[in-house]
């Protein structure tokens, strides 16, 4: 994963990733295309939407980790 300062494009497309994406009811980043777009992944426990990006924020948190208001 990046450090802070790499930038994807501003984008409000969505990539769609499987189900077995989730492990124990989190994102497994290793399996992410690192696009910039919203990443959407659902199974019949959860729903999850997320930054598709693994690089990290200004709190040295992974894009993808970080939580919004919900």
């Given amino acids: ?17 499987p189900g077995d994406i989730i492990r124990d009811e989190r994102i497994d980043g290793t399996r992410l295309r690192d696009s910039g777009k919203w990443g959407y992944v659902f199974t019949d426990k959860q729903v999850i939407i997320f930054v598709d990006c693994t690089h990290r924020n200004s709190k040295g948190t992974p894009w993808f980790q970080a939580r919004g208001i919900y």
Avoid: F, I, P
């Fill in 1 to 17: 994963m990046e450090l802070v300062g790499a930038r994807h494009k501003d984008t409000s497309a969505v990539q769609y990733y």
